[in-house]
């Protein structure tokens, strides 16, 4: 079965980084597209970042210039850089690997980011 084990989350003051891995089994993340999400209690799952099969990667307006999105194929891994880390940033971070296209039906357990001000 996929599963994706995210690590890295912990809390920080604003104007911090922080890097979020995604360590995968039974899917590569080379030849699929994968993504970061972020779920804040009572309020929508929100995309964050993705990376296509083709390494396109796609980035929410609020993030952009601040996070990058990256993967290690020789250690089937994605990585979310996270800089200059704002309060309103704190939320659970999701990892979600896709079977087609960018259709994001495995999803991991999270990993809480708390950015302090």
């Known amino acids: 079965a996929v599963q994706l084990v995210e690590s890295g989350g912990g809390s920080v003051q604003a104007g911090g980084s922080l890097r979020l891995s995604c360590a995968a089994s039974?899917?590569?993340?080379?030849?699929?597209?994968m993504g970061w999400f972020r779920q804040v209690p009572g309020k929508g799952r929100e995309a964050v970042a993705r990376?296509?099969?083709?390494?396109?990667?796609l980035y929410a307006d609020s993030v952009k210039g601040r996070f990058t999105i990256s993967r290690d194929n020789a250690k089937n891994t994605l990585f979310l850089q996270m800089d200059s880390l704002k309060p309103e940033d704190t939320a659970v971070y999701l990892c979600?690997?896709?079977?087609?296209?960018?259709?994001?039906?495995?999803w991991g357990q999270g990993t809480q980011v708390t950015v302090s001000s």
């Open positions: 979600a690997a896709s079977s087609f296209s960018c259709s994001f039906n495995y």
């Open positions: 990376i296509t099969t083709y390494g396109v990667t």
């Open positions: 039974e899917v590569t993340v080379s030849t699929n597209c």
